[in-house]
């Protein structure tokens, strides 16, 4: 861990637990053997990571004002070394947008393309509707409900049991049901209007 990195990042550097720092480290040598080790993957991973490219990304910004050029190259290598395991590994909505919005920043559209990619075959179709939940950025929203709409119609059913996906599950059948012509798509939401009818007439 380079010290001219800062406090704050050298701060949660010691805080990691040794099998981040281990799974850190293997990334940033994978020609070594006996560093790409399998590692169990949780939700700490996740918060260790992300608070670390959090910082990490916060201290290129202010070398880059301070206009240090090989700090900022070191750091940024870190950061992206950090986001990589994220990226590799995360199945979790923060993680996600946080990636995402790194990526629109810097302009990287085949960043963009490889993480609708993930989303597509890692995350589960809560995790995406929670994705449309937390972010206010349009393209972020549209990239998950895009992924929404071409999973299974079964897959999404059951997101319209939670009040807090109902909205973004009828938005993502209507969708399916107006652009694909899904006929599943089409007899669910034939349905909520029966229930909905139902309710009105008591």
């Not at 800062?6 to 799974?23: A, C, Q």
């Not at 850190?24 to 700490?44: I, V, W």
């Not at 929203?141 to 709409?149: D, P």
Request: charged share 35%; with cysteine.
């Amino acid at each position: 861990m380079n010290k001219n990195f800062g406090e704050r990042v050298e701060n949660i550097w010691k805080d990691l637990r040794p099998m981040t720092k281990k799974m850190l480290e293997g990334a940033m040598s994978p020609g070594k053997p006996n560093t790409r080790q399998k590692f169990s993957y949780d939700a700490r991973s996740d918060w260790e990571l992300s608070s670390l490219l959090t910082a990490l990304d916060e201290q290129a910004k202010e070398s880059k004002e301070r206009k240090n050029e090989v700090q900022l190259r070191a750091i940024r290598n870190f950061a992206d070394v950090c986001a990589g395991v994220l990226e590799a590994r995360t199945e979790s909505a923060e993680v996600f947008i946080q990636l995402a919005k790194r990526a629109l920043a810097r302009n990287d559209f085949r960043r963009i393309d490889k993480l609708a990619d993930i989303l597509f075959d890692r995350f589960t179709a809560g995790e995406i509707a929670e994705i449309i939940r937390q972010t206010e950025l349009a393209q972020i929203r549209a990239l998950a409900y895009e992924t929404l709409a071409v999973l299974p119609t079964t897959l999404i059913v059951p997101l319209l049991e939670d009040p807090l996906y109902f909205d973004i599950a009828v938005n993502v059948l209507e969708q399916q049901a107006l652009e694909f012509d899904s006929d599943d798509a089409k007899l669910v939401l034939d349905h909520l209007d029966d229930e909905m009818d139902a309710e009105d007439d008591h």
